[in-house]
């Protein structure tokens, strides 16, 4: 990257929506982006792969109930963002695989809602940047969400009974990939960071300290916004698919799908 400051990252879908783990992983996540668009007048779903329900430290608490718990508190805080709606396809939590049915349900939803853009995880994200790993269902569902994208959710003859059911292939433009050690570009979120702390403050069941978690938050997208040169940024790794010739944004430069 050049020792110049990069300029902040200003093209915004129509559609989009965020592929993550668990409840909770949005809001520590896009959340910032997420409303931003969302305010700009974007139309946002969020997809959670499990519900969480392994997400305590008290053995004798019931799965079940933690999953509804968890449910509640992120419809919560999409309300809070602005997300259309929030899908939960409920696969086992901490033990997420990204296998032919999870990429299935993640090409339905693609396939149903129609985003321009997916943010996910980065799934070559091990161990984090500055130490900790990555949480396993965070990896497989970062994964998961880059196969359902391409290829696909663009390819008429993967799952051909969607095909039939009335969800023909689609083409989603540009992949935005959270928490990654390679980011190349950062949205400007100083609108709306006070709107990802309140969305955060919805999960209750996980926050154990919650102020000391949110100095944390505020203090990265800090860093993160001086990178550009403002107050809060999020930062990604950005895979443009199809770029519209009339856009004004230029896509040399970024990495492209073979």
């Known amino acids: 990257m050049s020792e110049e400051t990069p300029s902040p990252h200003n093209w915004r879908p129509r559609r989009f929506m965020v592929i993550v783990g668990h409840p909770d992983d949005a809001d520590f996540g896009p959340a910032g ?108 569902a970062a994964m998961a969400a880059v196969d359902a994208v391409y290829p696909a959710a663009r390819n008429p003859m993967a799952f051909p009974w969607l095909q039939r059911q009335g969800l023909p292939a689609y083409r989603v433009r540009r992949l935005y990939l959270m928490w990654s050690n390679q980011p190349d570009v950062w949205i400007d979120v100083s609108a709306t960071a006070d709107r990802k702390i309140e969305a955060l403050r919805a999960h209750e069941s996980q926050l154990h300290d919650p102020e000391a978690v949110f100095t944390r938050v505020r203090d990265r997208m800090a860093e993160q916004g001086a990178a550009i040169g403002v107050a809060a940024a999020e930062s990604y790794r950005l895979v443009v698919f199809d770029q519209d010739p009339a856009e004004p944004e230029s896509a040399a430069g970024q990495p492209k799908a073979q």
């Open 33 to 140: 982006t997420a409303s931003a668009w969302i305010d700009a007048g974007s139309e946002g779903w969020l997809v959670c792969c499990t519900s969480g329900d392994a997400g305590g430290e008290d053995p004798e608490a019931n799965p079940l109930e933690l999953a509804q718990a968890r449910e509640d508190e992120q419809r919560r805080a999409a309300r809070i963002v602005g997300y259309q709606g929030v899908t939960f396809l409920h696969q086992p939590d901490g033990n997420l695989v990204n296998d032919l049915s999870l990429r299935e349900m993640l090409v339905r939803a693609i396939r149903t809602f129609k985003p321009d853009a997916v943010l996910a995880g980065d799934p070559e994200v091990v161990i984090n940047r500055g130490g900790g790993i990555n949480h396993t269902d965070h990896r497989a």
